[in-house]
């Protein structure tokens, strides 16, 4: 039986969860790397990442490098006497890094690797209405999300899951599978297999401006994915068009309905305290959705206080 001196790395609320299972399981963790504290809300003070705020409730010693090959940082790192680095929603790491401790640096990422490499694995599953995804942990090496696969997890989406509950399954599911990915490193027991080569997969790409902007033009489905799979953060968005004004919302919820009409696409009807907006061959109904400096809101309370004229659309 191995004596595991573990660093942990990660940032997010993702993250914390792993943390959390393996302190849980009495297992060394001989400090925590996080991300530098940054400004945010209104005043822009600076905020911990999640991982740092659980950290500091544990005790455990916190280093918060800006520059991860920096020397001074090594050697911190290397004070330490790990033998195990466990990363978790974190950055990509310098060789001098990952290649430090005795018994490697293992990853979770959440998706059934090599599908889905990349920074925004979760939503991409629901926005491409993929019926399964996972969690998988893996060696990592010189690129990103390529190394060889310790151990996996499938994980059912449903249809009406969205990214947010998708996240929260796979924290749990990931948090259980490092626990195990543990144990068989501290028992010497490992067995991977390296990832295919030369095929082509789907990839986890950053979310940007242009890609969660909904096309208005595609059919029911695949509209009510991309909102799903953005929902709650950071939202699918289209442009209201509302009595000669034009403004930015995000919608978060909504249903897809197959029916026959003859509206333009895009035009939105008010039928029976619903928002319904036409799309090919049906509509969204439209649950909940955000205007311009407000909350989010139901479309029933948004309706409350405001009025869509015989114009609205969306594009």
């Known amino acids: 039986m191995r004596d595991l ?4 790395m990660g940032t997010p609320d993702f993250a914390v969860e792993t943390l959390k299972a393996i302190l849980e399981h009495n297992y060394n963790v001989v400090g925590v790397i996080t991300a530098p504290d940054k400004p945010a809300g209104r005043g822009r003070k600076l905020k911990a990442s999640a991982i740092k705020e659980y ?6 010693t916190i280093l918060q490098p800006t520059n991860l090959k920096d020397e001074h940082f090594l050697e911190e790192l290397k004070s330490l006497q790990a033998n195990l680095n466990i ?8 060789k001098s890094v990952w290649s430090m401790p005795e018994y490697g640096t293992f990853n979770l990422h959440a998706s059934l690797l090599p599908e889905y490499r990349g ?3 979760i ?13 998988t942990t893996f060696f990592i090496d010189e690129k990103i999300d390529t ?11 449903t249809t009406d899951d969205t990214a947010g509950v998708l996240h929260d399954k796979l924290m749990t599911e990931g948090a259980e599978l490092v626990i195990q990915t543990i144990k068989i490193i501290e028992t010497n027991t490992v067995k991977v297999k390296a990832q295919p080569k030369d095929i082509s997969f789907k990839t986890a790409y950053k979310l940007n401006r242009d890609n969660t902007k909904i096309d208005w033009e595609e059919d029911l489905y695949t509209i009510n994915n991309l ?3 953005l929902s709650p953060y950071p939202a699918a968005w289209c442009i209201l068009h509302n009595k000669g004004e034009d403004h930015k919302i995000k919608i978060y919820k909504a249903q897809p309905i197959e029916e026959a009409h003859n509206f333009d696409i895009g035009k939105i009807i008010m039928e029976d305290s619903a928002l319904k907006i036409a799309v090919k061959k049906g509509f969204i109904i439209v649950n909940k959705l955000q205007l311009p400096g407000k909350k989010a809101m139901d479309s029933k309370a948004l309706l409350n206080g405001y009025t869509f004229y015989r114009d609205a659309r969306v594009s």
Do not use: D
Request: aromatic share 6%; charged share 20%; no cysteine.
């Open 55 to 60: 950290a500091l409730t544990k005790n455990l």
């Open 5 to 8: 001196r573990i660093i942990f």
């Open 123 to 135: 939503n991409w599953a629901i926005i491409n209405g993929e019926e399964k995804t996972g969690v």
């Open 87 to 94: 990363v978790v929603a974190f950055r990509m790491l310098p």
């Open 119 to 121: 920074a925004a694995p």
């Open 227 to 229: 909102i799903r799979g």
């Open 147 to 157: 190394g060889k696969v310790i151990l996996q997890k499938e994980v059912a989406i």
